[in-house]
């Protein structure tokens, strides 16, 4: 039987970024049973919080600035996180490479004040249902802000390799951006539950 090309595919690039690529869906995935289980989380605080009138259970208010201090810094790291995006669609490696160094700081300084954020808390997780709930919360969001700073860490390491010049590098640091505005938009609902609705009654 003779055998013939239907199409020649050698001009076609050798990864893809962002939607194009099977682990930026794998990420999205990822993400979409995370935020489950953050809604869960945040769904038993409130269930909970419909049984006590005086929901605080009588404990102190939790101190909200270390919270308030990871939550800015958060927000702020959301500027070069995008930059740093835009420079690995273009595939340019010095840009990536400073990038992924920054982001690697950025991330880990909220690790830091949290570090702080847990005593601020001014309960702890074993007192009563309220203290429970707080620790779950701040735990949970803390989970991932070590997973992905663990994670670009090692994607900073690899991109002064000689690892840094296979093309799907560039793409795995888009999946890292994409991750990094899922756990700074998920600490939002989380910081107002733990800090303002209990204030707001």
């Not at 847990?118 to 969001?141: K, R």
């Not at 999946?175 to 899922?182: A, L, S, T």
Request: proline share 7%.
């Amino acid at each position: 039987m003779k055998q013939r090309p239907a199409a020649d595919l050698s001009g076609l690039p050798s990864f893809g970024l962002g939607p194009r690529s099977p682990t930026w869906w794998g990420t999205l995935g990822f993400m979409a049973l995370e935020g489950m289980g953050f809604a869960l989380a945040a769904g038993a605080y409130l269930y909970l919080a419909t049984l006590w009138p005086n929901w605080r259970l009588s404990v102190p208010e939790p101190n909200h600035w270390p919270g308030t201090i990871v939550t800015l810094l958060l927000i702020v790291s959301l500027v070069p996180n995008h930059l740093l995006n835009r420079y690995a669609k273009q595939c340019a490696i010095g840009p990536v490479r400073i990038g992924m160094v920054v982001m690697s700081l950025l991330g880990s300084a909220p690790l830091i004040v949290r570090w702080f954020e847990f005593p601020a808390l001014n309960i702890y997780w074993d007192t009563n249902a309220y203290g429970s709930m707080l620790w779950v919360l701040l735990g949970l969001h803390t989970i991932h802000l070590i997973t992905d700073v663990g994670d670009t860490i090692v994607l900073t390491v690899l991109m002064f390799t000689r690892h840094a010049y296979s093309g799907r590098r560039f793409g795995d640091v888009g999946d890292n951006v994409f991750y990094w505005d899922f756990v700074v938009l998920t600490w939002i609902p989380i910081y107002l539950l733990i800090y303002w609705v209990p204030r707001l009654g």
